[in-house]
Each structure stands twice: as structure tokens, then as C-alpha cells.
């Protein structure tokens, strides 16, 4: 391991997980990227507009904040504004995804993106664009499920950083099944989830944990399917945390309704 000045650099996950077939399939039969940073650079560009959209109607007092952060329950009511604010079990569903791609403060977005950046195009390189997709994704869907559970029902929660989490996980699975030295990745990610527990009260470890989880899982589907039949196998391993995160969110929201 290499480290990096935020995330990790893991050679032996790149070299392993972009060696071509050839079909110009990377080793886990994603195909293989011609700009492994273009997702991360898409990514991090749509995050930076809602950011800056933030920023220009209002910063933390912006009624795009209150659309667009993940509010378990609700309806509630902004005193500051004095409008009612609705949430995922009051008819505003979008913020479980919305939520992944909205910051306030610059040392937020500055230290996601930044992650991104030098984590994304590593995953992408190793697993292909559209897996990478999915594992961002999902990771970070899998990091609200868990906020919706775990958090208070009136409280806002925002961010990318589960997805980020997600992307820890599926790499250290990759450097695990490469055999390559993971002390440094092990030794970042417990720095990380140190800082997110000390600071539980202003950083949500719920997210952190809930990306992180369904990361190392979709790590094992892609890394250790069968060769044989490996994109049925993906897909059925991403499906069904799809269905878990959806079917764990629609009982938290009869609950909370």
C-alpha cells in the first residue's frame, strides 16, 4: 500500500483488476475504461453544482437543503423559515439518493471529493464503469437505509461519504484477494472510523458503517464470483442488495408513517 494524502493507492488491486482479456474485459469482467476517471470526474462535477446551488440560495438556511438532505421522518417544521420541511416517510422519497449529492460546508465537500478523486479511478480501472456505478451507488443508498434506521427521525442527514465508505470496502476486498499488503488501507480505514465515532454528534458513523457493510459485500460479489457465468453472478449479488436496502427502507418508513 501507498498512502495518499486522503484514501490509498493499492498497485497490486490496479495491476490485478485492469489486466485486460481479450475482449478488453478487466479482470472482473467490467470492461475496460478508457478515462478510469471520467465516473469520479462526473461525480464529483454534479456534486460541486448542487453545492454551489446551495450556496447561492442560501448556504445552510437554503430550502434546497431541506429538499435535497435525508430526512427520515417528518413532516417538521423550520423555525428559521418557518415552512414545513418533508422527509422520506412523509412523501420525499429522492432525498435517500438526493442526500448523497449535497454538502454545506467546503471542508465537507473538499474532503469527499477529494476521497473520490483518488479513490474512484483506482475502483473504476479494477472493476470496470458501470460496476463501479453500481458499487457507488448502492453503497451509498445502502448509507441512508441505515441513517433512515438509526438516526433520529428529525434530524438531517447529507453527504457522500457513505458511497466513499462504500468504495473502501470493495477495494480492501480487492487487495485482500490479490494478497497484496492491506496494513496501510487497514490502518486508514480504522483512522476514519475513529474520527467518525469520536464525532459521532456532528458526522453521521451511521451512513459511514451502512456504506461501508454493503461495500465489503458488493467487494466479495464482484471480486469472488465464478468465472463461469460471472456477470449472471454480479448481477444477482448487486440485485439482492438492492432488494435489501429497499426492503429494509420500506419497513422503516411504514413505521415512521
Not at 102 to 113: A, D, K, L, R, S
Amino acid at each position: 500500500m501507498r498512502p495518499a494524502s486522503v484514501g490509498f493507492q493499492c498497485p497490486s488491486c490496479v495491476r490485478e483488476g485492469s489486466r485486460s482479456t481479450r475482449s478488453g474485459r478487466t479482470a472482473y469482467g467490467g470492461k475496460r475504461p478508457g478515462n478510469a476517471a471520467l465516473t469520479s470526474q462526473v461525480l464529483i462535477g454534479i456534486n460541486v453544482a448542487v453545492w454551489l446551488l446551495i450556496l447561492a440560495t442560501g448556504g445552510g438556511r437554503s430550502r434546497v437543503v431541506d429538499y435535497l438532505a435525508l430526512l427520515p421522518g417528518g413532516p417538521a417544521l423550520d423555525f428559521s423559515s418557518q415552512h414545513i420541511v418533508h422527509g422520506v416517510a412523509s412523501g420525499a422519497p429522492w432525498q435517500l439518493l438526493t442526500s448523497m449529492f449535497t454538502h454545506v460546508e467546503v471542508w465537507h465537500i473538499g474532503f469527499n471529493m477529494l476521497a473520490l478523486w483518488v479513490l474512484g479511478p483506482q475502483l473504476e480501472l479494477s472493476i470496470g464503469r458501470i460496476r463501479f456505478l453500481v458499487v457507488y451507488l448502492l453503497s451509498g443508498l445502502a448509507g441512508s437505509a441505515t441513517v433512515m434506521w438509526f438516526s433520529a427521525a428529525n434530524g438531517q442527514t447529507l453527504g457522500a461519504s457513505g458511497a466513499i465508505f462504500g468504495l473502501m470496502g470493495v477495494l480492501l476486498v480487492i487487495a485482500v484477494k490479490v494478497r497484496g499488503d492491506v496494513r496501510g488501507m487497514l490502518t486508514w480505514i480504522g483512522i476514519n472510523f475513529v474520527i467518525t465515532f469520536v464525532f459521532a454528534t456532528y458526522i453521521s458513523w451511521q451512513g459511514h458503517l451502512g456504506g461501508f457493510v454493503a461495500g465489503v459485500v458488493l467487494g466479495l460479489v464482484m471480486a469472488y464470483a465464478p468465472r463461469p457465468r460471472r456477470v449472471v453472478w454480479q448481477t444477482a449479488g448487486a440485485s439482492a442488495v438492492a432488494v435489501l436496502v429497499a426492503v429494509a427502507t420500506a419497513v422503516r418508513i411504514t413505521l415512521l408513517g
